[in-house]
């Protein structure tokens, strides 16, 4: 089954190239079938490279999925033409009587400032409050993660002494959790943060369970107890090239940043990059696409129940 998306999305051709089977939206409007509507809230500076990325990973199932993207109205990216955002993207206002099966809140490079120091930080708490109503399922990933276990739960981040930054073993510690069927024993995931949640403030919230950590990296994958609510403290979507372009991208800062742990071969920063979390990643996308939200989400959107989430701190 096909990915949906506008033809003239840069993706488009991209995962065409990639032998991938993508829709455009002017076809798709004309098949007799619901496909399950999927928002990507896209936080990260390169935004082209970030929704093809995460295209890249939600097309790679049996299921027919329609893409919304979106953006905070509060923030002006820098790094991305206006006219691809104004073109592609869609403010939170403008879908927020709108329902979704599932929603994708990425990372963003400002876990350094605290939450409420982040230009669209008021915003994002509306999206993390309207999320509980109108979505089924929500992956957080990395900055977006901790910020969402922050605004439900009150779980702080921790700065780290210098930045987390390679592709880490990670260990499956609930290999019978749907999210987690198919995967062996361990598996490699890329991190690339300068904070952490501390796995002891989460041992006190009941209704969260870490599914896989890292000897090195820490806490990796949370879910609730419902599966509507998912964190992963990784970045799976990571093509093998982006570390590497973040390494080099901080050497022309002049940030003398560390090599990627575990990332290049034999630590030679002029060999081709290892890309050995591609498999587990896929299977992440494909089991929350089937699992938590195919499976489970109604098929008329109006009968969505909202999400109770106990301990909540910050209120609107």
Not at 201 to 215: G, I, Y
């Amino acid at each position: 089954m096909p990915i949906q998306i506008p033809d003239n999305l840069p993706a488009f051709a991209t995962l065409e190239s990639e032998n991938i089977f993508v829709i455009p939206d002017d076809r798709a409007e004309h098949q007799d079938i619901r496909a399950l509507r999927i928002a990507i809230l896209n936080l990260m500076p390169n935004k082209i490279v970030t929704e093809t990325q995460l295209l890249r990973l939600l097309s790679n199932t049996p299921l027919h999925v329609s893409i919304d993207l979106l953006q905070m109205s509060s923030h002006t990216p820098k790094n991305t033409p206006q006219e691809h955002m104004l073109k592609f993207y869609k403010t939170f206002a403008e879908v927020r009587k709108d329902r979704y099966d599932g929603l994708i809140i990425t990372g963003a490079p400002v876990e350094q400032l605290e939450y409420e120091d982040v230009d669209y930080w008021q915003e994002l708490c509306e999206v993390f409050e309207w999320s509980k109503t109108n979505v089924y399922s929500t992956i957080h990933i990395c900055w977006g993660a901790q910020a969402a276990l922050y605004y439900h739960y009150g779980v702080r981040k921790r700065m780290l002494a210098q930045k987390m930054s390679g592709v880490f073993l990670h260990n499956n510690t609930a290999p019978r959790h749907p999210l987690m069927r198919g995967f062996g024993d361990t598996f490699f995931c890329p991190h690339s943060r300068h904070t952490e949640i501390v796995p002891e403030d989460l041992e006190a919230l009941k209704q969260l369970t870490v599914l896989a950590r890292s000897p090195e990296a820490g806490v990796h994958i949370i879910t609730d107890s419902s599966n509507r609510q998912i964190y992963l403290l990784g970045h799976w979507e990571y093509d093998r090239g982006t570390l590497d372009g973040e390494y080099r991208r901080d050497l022309g800062k002049g940030l003398s940043p560390k090599k990627p742990k575990h990332y290049y071969p034999y630590g030679d920063v002029n060999a081709v990059p290892r890309f050995n979390w591609s498999c587990s990643a896929n299977l992440m996308y494909a089991n929350w696409l089937n699992y938590c939200v195919y499976q489970e989400t109604p098929y008329n959107l109006e009968y969505l129940i909202p999400i109770t989430t106990e301990g909540k701190r910050h209120d609107l």
